[in-house]
């Protein structure tokens, strides 16, 4: 009789009562859900070395997207105060601004106390890492040399990368920007130079356009064009490779940042792993 009482006094809409019941069983399963490794690295990230008043390059890729958002909830919450991000691409400024990160354009004056940005590969041991490859997901062509110039201006840097994108030996390609006016000729020199060990790709605005990048090329806002130099065999040294471009006319800049004050965060299945440069590893690095 209680019961019915109840339901008599009570609107009952069946629609209501599914929507509750699907939120309270997806509230339900989010709570119980582990974290990811990812998110669990971009955690550590941001508790380990972002402090109130700092200058913070914010990188761009699912790890950066994950810390960039914890940032911004550490923000409100008044855990962390008067943090300053630093967009390296406008992925990342879309996130801090959705998130409640102050922003700041970079210039060539700014003094940047910390910066993390995803990698795409790191080298064991020298910490040299991969910047700028093109995925399914990502296609941030335009802010390569932007997101190194970040990292390079940054006291302290975090590279966040998986656990399967650290090893020495690395293979892959390595983005390098030339001069559009004669990237074919830089290109056969770059192709020369890792004759058998590499292919030299220019990279099409849109899918696979084959080696010349076909009629709609890349053509970055500096004018450049994209080179991936795709290695099939395993690379020696990243650090020698970098060199070797660094010394080719027509060539503007690579993926390639070596950095002394540099930490790696890499997302175990089951653990974050950090690992830190010693700063006599890395030759030339900033």
């Known amino acids: 009789m209680v019961v019915a009482a109840a339901a008599a006094s009570t609107p009952f809409s069946l629609s209501s009562a599914v929507f509750t019941r699907r939120r309270s069983f997806r509230l339900s399963a989010t709570l119980s859900r582990e974290p990811s490794p990812l998110l669990r ?53 879309s996130e801090a601004a959705k998130y409640g990160v102050p922003l700041k354009h970079f210039r060539d004056d700014f003094q940047i ?40 201006a940054a006291d302290e840097a975090v590279f966040l990368i998986k656990d399967e994108q650290y090893k020495s030996g690395l293979e892959g390609s390595i983005p390098v920007l030339v ?31 084959g080696p010349l990048g076909g009629d709609f090329p890349i053509v970055t806002s500096d ?38 004050r540099c930490t790696v965060v890499i997302a175990g299945e089951t653990e974050v792993r950090t690992v830190t440069l010693q700063t006599s590893a890395v030759e030339g690095g900033v």
Do not use: C
């Open 223 to 260: 004018g450049h064009n994209i080179l991936d130099v795709i290695f099939t065999t395993p690379i020696p040294s990243l650090a020698n490779v970098a060199k070797s471009l660094d010394n080719i006319d027509g060539v503007v800049d690579h993926g390639l940042v070596m950095k002394n």
């Open 179 to 209: 001069q559009s006016l004669n990237w074919l000729a830089v290109a056969e020199e770059i192709d020369d130079l890792y004759l058998g060990d590499a292919e030299v790709w220019r990279r099409a605005s849109v899918g696979d356009a």
């Open 41 to 93: 690295a971009a955690h550590h990230t941001v508790d380990s070395y972002v402090e109130s008043g700092m200058v913070v390059g914010l990188g761009s890729g699912e790890a950066s997207d994950l810390a960039i958002r914890y940032l911004g909830h550490q923000l409100r919450s008044g855990s962390i105060q008067g943090v300053v991000g630093v967009p390296m691409s406008a992925r990342s400024a």
């Open 113 to 152: 106390d910390f910066a993390f940005h995803d990698a795409d590969a790191v080298e064991e041991g020298t910490l040299v890492s991969v910047i700028g490859r093109r995925t399914s997901t990502t296609q941030e062509d335009d802010y390569i040399l932007l997101q190194k110039s970040i990292v390079k």
